[in-house]
């Protein structure tokens, strides 16, 4: 096991951007399956996106398909969320998880979440 940390977060308006990056501190990402899910107030966690350890395979959910960006950057350790054209529905806390399948559901390494505010 080890400790992801996710940043990045913050608030803007609709059809704003914003970049969520996970790294990890005593093991490198790039051997793992990485996914983003996100919770908003009073909802179930849905996963948003993943990039496998193996192929570099992306899955999005529909609701984020077009306008999320999941990738990774070896040589600095991290997994980026491009997140374009948010919208208030996109709110919640973002969190980055390892080893398990993409898509899935059961991951084993949870970061602490950073928050995501979509409003005017």
């Known amino acids: 096991q080890f400790q992801l940390v996710e940043s990045g977060g913050g608030s803007v308006q609709p059809g704003g951007s914003l970049r969520l990056s996970c790294t990890s501190s005593?093991?490198?990402?790039?051997?793992?399956?990485i996914a983003w899910f996100r919770q908003a107030p009073g909802e179930e966690r849905e996963g948003v996106s993943c990039?496998?350890?193996?192929?570099?395979?992306?899955y999005y959910a529909d609701s984020v398909k077009g306008r999320f960006t999941i990738s990774r950057d070896s040589a600095k350790n991290m997994v980026y969320l491009q997140m374009n054209s948010l919208k208030p529905e996109d709110t919640g806390v973002y969190y980055c998880a390892s080893e398990g399948l993409c898509p899935g559901t059961e991951y084993l390494d949870w970061g602490r979440g950073t928050q995501v505010t979509v409003s005017a």
């Open positions: 990039i496998a350890s193996n192929d570099g395979r992306t």
């Open positions: 005593g093991s490198t990402l790039n051997y793992y399956t």
